[in-house]
């Protein structure tokens, strides 16, 4: 044979005998069958073998498995961010000519996304999203699907999870929750009866802001074929040197939630008492609202708040305020080991909600009293 035919042809063979602790990184596109009779093109890796890279490599299955496993759920597809799980959820639900539930506290490109779908025929509704079981009164005929997002991003709603889907569940609408800031361990939302959860595993998984990635998680095999059609149909490929690093981040995952915990009320705490802060927006502090629903609902908090300033604090204060603090970031994405702080300049409606400008805080592995300390000489220099 020529050599440039052994180039390809020499095959390598897994080494017996080596064990190790962490999962391998297996790349590949091309899946080799024994015989022709052997290939089948079926995204159901579990029940019928590999059959192409696009809908698994044993690292990118692995993470399923375990991600299926925390949640209680019966099969968790990997996708490559958490807007690309969003997308699934949507595709595998609706059509055209379907209403969808939505609360306005979603995640921001979600609720771009509805404007984005009324081109297809499908129907946005916004809702409130302490609505409860209010909700009923939004379903129609021809609702699709409510989603749920709990707390709601920026402005921290804790959402009756469990009353909306028995409003929704009696007129057979499937609920889906985006499941993020509890890292789907925080909140139980299979056990509530949501029908989809789905994560940014860019967040708390990853947890280092040097991946992103998302999961669409399924209690029903009814579901898990509807949403395993919509994301095989959309090529949601991730690559396993990315799942290997989301592997990796589940070990630290427990310790890392447990520390920011932790500091997120203390830094919290210590902003509830500056002059300059009318309100704190976080579920876990008694004088928030939706804290009873946070307290028999979830097993704990994560590293996300936001706080209202005084009304007469304007936007370029609050600015000016972010931009002195020397070890909070300005970023969007959260869950990582550094301190973030955001305005939200786009969404003005916020502010009126609220009565005052706001601002997001994401606290990171840092030590809180020095994110206190510069916190507190950012309002030395306001004042
Ligand atoms: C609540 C929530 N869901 C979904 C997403 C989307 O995740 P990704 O950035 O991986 O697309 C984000 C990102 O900020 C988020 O905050």
Redesign the pocket.
């Known amino acids: 044979m020529h050599w440039k035919t052994r180039l390809l042809h020499t095959m390598s063979h897994a080494p017996e005998g080596f064990r190790s602790l962490t999962v391998p990184v297996q790349r590949g596109s091309t899946v080799v069958f024994e015989r022709q009779a052997d290939a089948h093109d079926d995204w159901r890796t579990d029940d019928r073998g590999y059959a192409y890279g696009l809908f698994g490599t044993p690292t990118v299955l692995e993470l399923g498995a375990r991600i299926a496993e925390l949640e209680g759920a019966l099969h968790s597809f990997i996708v490559p961010?958490?807007?690309?799980?969003?997308v699934v959820a949507y595709m595998a639900c609706c059509r055209p000519g379907d209403h969808v539930l939505l609360p306005w506290s979603s995640?921001g490109?979600?609720v771009e996304f509805t404007e984005f779908m009324a081109d297809f025929g499908i129907e946005f509704e916004h809702y409130d999203p302490t609505i409860a079981d209010g909700i009923a009164e939004h379903i129609r005929d021809n609702t699709a699907l409510v989603w749920t997002?709990s707390p709601g991003?920026i402005t921290m709603e804790i959402q009756d999870v469990p009353a909306i889907v028995e409003a929704a569940h009696a007129r057979g609408v499937p609920v889906v929750l985006?499941n993020?800031?509890a890292a789907g361990v925080l909140f139980d939302a299979f056990g509530a009866g949501v029908d989809i959860s789905?994560q940014?595993?860019?967040?708390y998984v990853g947890g280092h802001s040097d991946l992103?990635?998302?999961s669409v998680s399924v209690r029903e095999q009814a579901m898990r074929e509807k949403v395993g059609r919509a994301w095989r149909m959309m090529g949601m490929g991730v690559s396993p040197d990315d799942a290997s690093l989301a592997l990796r981040g589940l070990q630290t995952m427990g310790l890392r939630l447990a520390h920011l915990e932790q500091a997120t009320l203390k830094v919290a705490r210590w902003m509830r008492e500056q002059p300059e802060i009318a309100r704190v927006l976080h579920p876990a502090l008694p004088d928030c609202a939706g804290h009873a629903l946070w307290k028999r609902d979830f097993s704990g908090s994560s590293s996300l708040f936001s706080v209202v300033f005084e009304p007469g604090i304007t936007p370029a204060q609050v600015a000016a305020y972010a931009d002195a603090l020397e070890l909070f970031v300005a970023g969007?994405?959260?869950g990582g080991v550094r301190s973030l702080a955001m305005t939200y300049p786009t969404r003005r409606d916020l502010s009126k909600r609220y009565g005052g400008e706001l601002l997001r805080l994401n606290i990171g592995l840092e030590d809180p009293d020095d994110l206190i300390a510069d916190l507190h000489s950012a309002f030395k220099t306001m004042r």
């Open positions: 961010s958490g807007m690309a799980a969003i995640y490109p979600n997002e991003s985006d993020t800031y789905i940014a595993l860019t967040k992103l990635m998302g969007f994405s959260w």
